[in-house]
């Protein structure tokens, strides 16, 4: 999202949390998993695991590290005494929280079962969304101080912004931070935001729910520019009318969310390569700045490369060109130097004008990069 987190917006969001956490988790563990049916406002019918109590249920999922909603407006658990959530209208306050509940779920199902990562910062404890923040709320924020989403209804408090990609991209936020730890200005926060773009984007892919089919397009159910169009796009960053497709000087000064697409564009040309293709039914093409024809490795293999990136070579100051050399490693990590994935890293950052320097790729030392916990990524 555009906006920068409040002081006084992520103390409510600590103390809400806090408040919720000493509410609800007593309880749940003594009590079973069941399943149930949501039915979510951009997201459809969806299944939900929840915890099962005496009288109720939780809106609270006990396999996956206590996944939690919170209604901002009590400050409570959500609760519902048959199991079935929400009707898919906002004026049902609990399809909202349908949304972000299966967003949370969905992004630690990808995590867990496509790099054994369980949880923001691999503790095996889920994520908290908070739907219904604050009144005529138009944003969407990620909290390390309470380890939640906070999800505004919009302007009108008729439009809550709990698509599947703008939670998973909130919530890989706090992954991070919980990892490399990307400082969020110039270029560092711009490849914190393209993180985010990406897991989103493979979280999508990944839930495969046919109410929002999975695309390249960031944002778009949320309809934030009020004419149906996506917040970015990640084939051809510019045709939101100010994203650079290129890296040159001047992405440094850029907004991360806009310098964002320089990350955003090489991903795509890795994943799926350069030119026009239909993709789900939509349509995409994408350029190089040196006429280069790419072909794609596939997502889950550009993913894969990212990730190890992130957790083992990208550290708080990462540039454009130390995350190619660090793509670059991990890519020598996980397929060899002499692979064709290798030569297709850096044959897309060259296509977003992102060319090799006279510096070595990182040795790996065995470990993981960890970051700061406890500051605010916002979105």
Known sequence: MRRRLTAGAVLAAAALLASVMGAGTGTAAADSPALGTG???HDGQVPLTTTKTISSYLLQDPTRGNTVTVDGRTNTILTDADNIWGN?????????????QFAAVSVWDYFKYSFNRLGVRNDGKGVRSVVHYGSHYTNVFWSDACGCVNYGDGSDNAHPLTTIDIGAHEITHGITSATAGLTYSGEAGALNESTSDIFATMVEFSANIPADVPDYLIGEKANLNGNGTPLRYMDRPSRDGVSPDYWSTSVPNLDPHVASGIGNHFFFLLAEGSGPRVINGISYNSPTVNGSVLTG?????????????????????????????ATLAAARDLYGAASSQYAAVGAAWTAVNVVGRAVPSPAHDGTARTGHVGEVRTG
Not at 90 to 100: E, I, K, Y
Not at 300 to 320: E, K, Q
């Open 39 to 41: 039915y979510g406002v």
């Open 88 to 100: 898919g209208l906002p004026t049902n306050l609990q399809s909202a929280g349908v949304d972000a």
């Open 297 to 325: 490795i596939g997502q889950n293999t550009a993913a894969a490369i990212w990730y190890r990136a992130l957790t083992v070579y990208m550290t708080s100051t990462t540039n454009y060109h130390a995350a190619r050399t």
